[in-house]
């Protein structure tokens, strides 16, 4: 093999592996590894505090799910309004209520109000 063909196929090389090695080496924790657990560790009291919640792409609205309603664990329609000129309801099932019960976090859809959607993260407080 000549210098040229040497310096060619290295270069080559090189260009090839960097953008895989950046791809492999990119990561979103220290670890590298991801997290299986569709259950995370518990975080919060929904018994002892209620729960919080999170609404993807809020203007407005607003969601509280208070301690005796998850002890009560029946299936129960929000209205999510807040300060809003539109509603949207969300239903969390008795099923719902056993997951906030054990401490674990719960996503659930909205009705469609003018024209769209949201997704709400309910988690312990």
Same mark, same amino acid.
């Given at each position: 093999?000549?210098?040229?063909?040497?310096?060619?196929?290295? *270069?080559?090389?090189?260009?090839?592996?960097?953008?895989?090695?950046? %791809? %492999?080496? $990119?990561?979103?924790?220290?670890?590298?590894?991801?997290?299986?657990?569709?259950?995370?560790?518990?975080?919060?009291? $929904?018994?002892?505090?209620?729960?919080?919640?999170? %609404?993807?792409?809020? &203007?407005?609205?607003?969601? =509280? @799910?208070?301690?005796?309603?998850?002890?009560?664990?029946?299936?129960?329609?929000?209205?999510?309004?807040?300060?809003?000129?539109?509603? &949207?309801? @969300? =239903?969390?099932?008795?099923?719902?209520?056993?997951?906030?019960?054990?401490?674990?976090? %719960?996503?659930?859809?909205?009705?469609?109000?003018?024209? &769209?959607? &949201?997704? *709400?993260? @309910?988690? $312990?407080?």
């Amino acid at each position: 093999m000549d210098r040229m063909t040497f310096i060619q196929k290295t *270069v080559g090389a090189m260009l090839v592996s960097l953008p895989v090695y950046t %791809i %492999i080496g $990119c990561s979103n924790s220290d670890s590298g590894m991801g997290n299986d657990d569709p259950k995370p560790n518990p975080q919060g009291d $929904c018994l002892a505090n209620g729960t919080k919640s999170s %609404i993807a792409n809020n &203007h407005g609205h607003t969601l =509280t @799910v208070s301690k005796s309603d998850v002890q009560g664990g029946i299936e129960k329609t929000y209205s999510i309004q807040g300060t809003s000129g539109h509603n &949207h309801d @969300v =239903t969390l099932t008795a099923n719902n209520f056993a997951t906030l019960e054990s401490n674990h976090s %719960i996503t659930v859809n909205s009705t469609t109000g003018d024209g &769209h959607t &949201h997704s *709400v993260l @309910v988690s $312990c407080a």
